[in-house]
């Protein structure tokens, strides 16, 4: 069933949707998303948990960093195992071990007697925050209708911003309730609990139609369309991922050989690893880890910068929604390329606004700066990345590419939260703040000239349309009637 850029929605229609349908995928989605709530909360609560650490542990400079960094470390070499753990073990199994991972990561941080041991379970954390930030959207979109994949996979991003939002709360309650410097112990272990429902929910679903389709398991693709589509919509779809697995097994050669073979799968894995990269490079990051760095240094006492830092998540939680209504009335590309033109406008707000005279109203003008800023940002940009990583890759390499194009998400998230507090110390904020605007700016005119448009269309369909057009001709638009998102 070849794509094409033509006149109707791609992809088979639902006829009826049943109740008993819509509880399923509404139950695999809440579960599954804990990965996203957990990955939230990791890379949040640590804003809160440094102050702490400082005087508990005695932390330089370098320790600090050594805290901070372990975790996204983690999640490069994460998100590049579990690429490849989601193509052999499954995406199920893959959330699985993800679980297990935040369980220990959570145990271990908020018991560790030493700096070295809290840094190897920051490290433990960050592998299942890597491997979960592939596994999860890959999860959702195989699952999806296609109709309904773009809601689906970006409630993972709404959990990922409530889990930070949850984290800045619960520092905020932890502080005004629990008084010495331990309090830390208890910001990190907490996030045990989700772990533990992660674990025994997903054990209770089953993997995707499309991963048991290349593994020969087409009964079991079967019933689980038939659970999640109506009975016409799930013959037609049955046999589009059939016949395209059939073909898959035959061409597969492995992840890597693929890549050697195939020019349009190479084409695909750059784009993929573009928009991984230019995601971070919006410096979303350095608002999440340093955001209460930052208020104090403008002149908010500690409690006050962390209870502000609040606000950070609310929006975040707020414009995630907003991207979420947003998708099924535009286009993938247009959001994308708002996100990242009002990202650019956002950082020059910023930067201007660091030019002020130290004052409490300057503080609060930066705060409102950083409140504009992370709206675009997880209205528009972090949504859609997300999103389109999960569905742009064929199924032969799908889990390798992914990983690999996140593992550079992680990177540059490395980089720019190591080098952030060096270059705003030796540059000054404003400068720092108006590189990011450039950047976007860039970033802005590569997904103009070579992001496709997904919408609309079936897994099966987009690949077809890949294997056949060069990233010149890909088609920009989604099909004429689509509904949904």
């Not at 995928?25 to 579960?31: A, R, S, V």
């Amino acid at each position: 069933m070849a794509a094409t850029h033509g006149s109707h929605a791609g992809g088979p229609q639902p006829e009826f949707v049943s109740g008993a349908h819509k509880r399923f995928l509404t139950n695999l989605t809440i579960i599954s998303t804990l990965g996203g709530l957990l990955f939230g909360y990791d890379t949040g609560v640590i804003s809160g948990a440094l102050l702490y650490m400082r005087e508990d542990l005695g932390l330089s400079s370098v320790a600090e960093g050594a805290v901070v960094s372990s975790l996204l470390f983690g999640a490069i070499i994460g998100a590049l195992v579990g690429g490849r753990l989601a193509d052999v073990l499954g995406r199920r199994g893959t959330i699985l071990v993800c679980a297990g991972l935040f369980l220990v990561g959570a145990l271990g941080s908020g018991l560790s007697p030493s700096i070295p041991l809290l840094v190897v379970s920051r490290v433990i954390l960050g592998l299942g925050v890597g491997a979960s930030s592939v596994v999860v959207p890959l999860y959702l979109a195989e699952l999806a209708p296609a109709y309904r994949r773009g809601r689906m996979v970006t409630i993972n991003e709404f959990m990922i911003v409530t889990g930070q939002l949850l984290a800045f709360v619960v520092n905020t309650i932890i502080d005004q309730t629990i008084q010495g410097p331990h309090v830390w112990r208890v910001m990190l272990t907490i996030a045990a609990i989700p772990a533990i429902v992660l674990f025994f929910g997903m054990l209770r679903l089953p993997d995707t139609p499309r991963w048991y389709a290349v593994k020969g398991r087409l009964e079991d693709s079967r019933k689980v369309l038939d659970r999640s589509r109506d009975a016409a919509t799930a013959q037609e779809e049955y046999d589009i991922v059939a016949e395209h697995a059939k073909r898959d097994v035959a061409e597969d050669k492995g992840a890597m050989r693929d890549l050697r073979a195939y020019k349009w799968m190479r084409r695909l894995l750059w784009i993929g690893i573009f928009i991984a990269v230019a995601q971070q490079f919006t410096g979303v990051n350095t608002i999440v880890y340093y955001g209460t760095t930052i208020l104090e240094a403008t002149g908010l006492g500690a409690s006050a910068s962390i209870v502000a830092t609040i606000s950070l998540g609310v929006v975040s939680v707020i414009g995630v929604a907003t991207g979420i209504v947003l998708l099924g009335i535009f286009n993938r590309r247009a959001l994308l390329s708002f996100g990242f033109a009002s990202v650019a406008v956002s950082h020059v707000i910023l930067s201007v606004s660091f030019l002020l005279p130290e004052s409490t109203f300057r503080s609060y003008l930066i705060l409102g700066a950083m409140l504009v800023f992370m709206f675009c940002v997880q209205t528009f940009a972090g949504p859609i990345v997300w999103l389109v990583l999960s569905e742009i890759f064929p199924m032969a390499i799908r889990g390798f590419a992914m990983g690999i194009s996140i593992a550079c998400l992680w990177a540059a998230n490395t980089l720019i939260s190591f080098v952030f507090p060096i270059l705003a110390e030796s540059l000054g904020s404003t400068a720092v703040f108006l590189i990011f605007a450039v950047i976007n700016t860039i970033s802005l005119i590569g997904v103009i000239k070579y992001l496709p448009e997904t919408r609309g269309r079936t897994l099966e369909e987009l690949e077809d349309d890949f294997r056949s057009h060069d990233a010149a001709h890909y088609s920009h638009q989604a099909p004429v009637g689509v509904h949904g998102s």
